[in-house]
């Protein structure tokens, strides 16, 4: 069965670095997705993507943050420079047609 | 705007025992439900979606959901709850721009 890759699986970052958490979504699908899980609480939102270009975005989804699908495969999510908020599990997703598939996620720790 | 709302974080069950975790929904177009469960350090994986075809949808391990419009629920059920359902239940609505709205999840233990 067609699964959405993230890697890594875990990363620790000093306060201030930048990340760049990755995902090769399903091939065939169009949309694409980032949601964050911060410890103990819910799944939210980030950004979705479509045609090359945000279609939404989140309020969490400040300046910090970049997302960007640099060849046909890959769909990267960019933090500029962590803060220990951001310290959270972060998943990436893609659909067709209402066919959601999460990736097994990164767990992003900022220290 | 569309949102999801479980009763209970926390349910805890027997071996063998009915499973019935809530979730209700608002939506202000036909909505699409899903459940997504997520066991300890691991990502979230579909058990079923409602996508405006049968009310009684059936998931993977033996999970279903019935999608009430007049109560405006997409309960999740299980007859006979097994040790290894004990994870994480995640209620989640699709709205009209595609995004999944999750609900604050539900914890399943199962005891024995």
């Keep these: ?111 | 705007a569309q949102s999801v709302t479980q009763l209970g974080s926390h349910v805890s069950v027997s071996e063998g025992a009915l499973v019935l975790l809530r979730c209700n929904y608002s939506s202000s177009v036909p909505p699409y439900l899903f459940w997504y469960v997520q066991y300890p350090n691991q990502g979230l994986q579909l058990l079923l979606k409602y996508t405006s075809a049968a009310t009684l949808v059936k998931g993977i391990n033996g999970f279903e959901a019935e999608f009430k419009k007049s109560e405006t629920s997409f309960h999740l059920t299980k007859p006979s709850a097994h040790m290894s359902d004990a994870a994480e239940y995640f209620c989640a609505v699709s709205d009209n721009t595609d995004k999944l709205i999750f609900g604050t999840g539900t914890r399943l233990q199962v005891f024995p």
């Design chain 1, 1 to 111: 069965e067609p699964e959405v890759t993230q890697t890594p699986s875990h990363q620790v970052t000093q306060m201030g670095q930048e990340v760049i958490l990755r995902c090769v979504p399903i091939s065939n699908h169009l949309y694409f997705y980032w949601y964050r899980q911060i410890l103990g609480q819910k799944v939210e939102f980030l950004v979705s993507f479509y045609n090359n270009e945000i279609s939404e975005k989140s309020e969490i989804f400040d300046d910090q943050f970049s997302v960007e699908r640099p060849d046909g495969s890959n769909f990267t999510l960019k933090i500029r420079s962590t803060k220990l908020e951001d310290s959270a599990m972060y998943f990436c997703a893609s659909t067709y047609d209402k066919g959601y598939t999460f990736g097994s996620g990164t767990r992003l720790t900022v220290v």
